[in-house]
């Protein structure tokens, strides 16, 4: 059994043509050509910290793949990542071990992120004179790095409850050749942006439905369990065209299962992003509209991330 640690996969990875490989995948993924158990959950409140396990099999694959994947939010405090994980690849042929991806983490984040990067280039304003990030992360830096390759926009207000994360992804951000604002007041930030991305673990909404103005998207990434939420149920019914990575689980934890459950959005169109791969067409209807992309993660993405590194191996 190969065992590939982060250094190899970073050494590997290219987000260009990885994001190919995303888009093949959600393409299979929407067209049912997926196996892809439900998510197992795990949820630390003494520790705040979470857990998932999620597996998937693309139908002629000569592979399935099984991912472990944790945030456990205070490990700043003890000079840890908040996040890691691993991901293991086995023979859909034989059932034998084949690959074990010590990837800390760091696959899923650079899925996510790509992710968010296909949202952005199905839904979001053809001009954008801001971006917006919510959360100090490692994912809300790689969001950033990603949206560079969708828009030629180079403002970024940030937000985030700690000062000091905050001004480190500033000092982040304009080393990356992005000009910055930060602020504490997320409201401030929705006002001078058109496309926000949300990263948070947060369990209360951080935007409300009046911080938006007609033209915005939003790629919300933070609600991947239950009882995660950044924006407010408001918020989500305000939207004129919802895209989702896999509607079963948006509509069961994501960002618009509550306003989904209260039948708040029983007249907007909503999409998977699969689908609107498959038929070349944009979420966004018009320069108006406010667009929201949910995503709550799919087994799939992290095949296909698998089936990139060891084939660039």
């Known amino acids: 059994m190969k065992t590939v640690n982060r250094q190899q996969?970073?050494?590997v990875f290219d987000a260009d043509s990885f994001t190919l490989l995303q888009k093949a995948g959600f393409i299979a993924y929407s067209q049912r050509r997926v196996q892809q158990p439900p998510v197992q959950h795990f949820l630390f409140a003494q520790a705040d910290g979470d857990g998932c396990i999620k597996?998937?099999?693309?139908?002629?694959?000569?592979?399935?793949?099984?991912?472990v994947s944790t945030g456990f939010y205070r490990n700043a405090?003890?000079?840890?990542?908040?996040?890691?994980?691993?991901?293991m690849a086995f023979s859909a042929e034989t059932g034998q071990p084949q690959?074990?991806?010590?990837?800390?983490?760091w696959l899923t984040a650079l899925r996510t992120a790509l992710a968010g990067r296909i949202a952005a280039e199905l839904c979001a304003p053809a001009e954008v004179q801001a971006i917006g990030i919510i959360g100090c992360g490692l994912q809300a830096r790689l969001q950033l790095q990603q949206l560079k390759a969708v828009t030629a926009c180079r403002q970024v207000w940030l937000w985030g409850r700690s000062e000091q994360a905050l001004h480190a992804l500033r000092r982040d951000a304009e080393a990356d050749g992005f000009r910055v604002r930060v602020t504490q007041d997320a409201a401030q930030l929705a006002a001078h942006c058109r496309l926000i991305v949300t990263t948070t673990p947060s369990r209360e909404p951080i935007l409300q439905a009046a911080d938006i103005r007609p033209g915005t998207h939003i790629t919300a990434v933070g609600a991947d369990a239950d009882g995660k939420q950044e924006l407010a149920t408001e918020l989500v019914a305000k939207a004129d065209a919802i895209a989702v990575d896999a509607l079963s689980q948006c509509t069961q934890y994501g960002e618009i299962a509550t306003a989904y459950r209260q039948g708040l959005l029983a007249s907007t169109p909503i999409v998977e992003l699969g689908a609107a791969l498959q038929q070349g067409a944009k979420v966004r209807g018009d320069a108006q509209q406010i667009t929201l992309a949910d995503l709550t993660g799919l087994a799939i993405q992290d095949v296909q991330m698998v089936k990139g590194v060891l084939a660039a191996l």
């Open 55 to 67: 597996s998937a099999w693309l139908e002629g694959d000569r592979q399935f793949v099984v991912k």
């Open 99 to 105: 690959a074990l991806l010590l990837d800390e983490g």
């Open 77 to 87: 405090e003890r000079g840890l990542a908040s996040n890691q994980g691993l991901m």
């Open 9 to 11: 996969i970073l050494e």
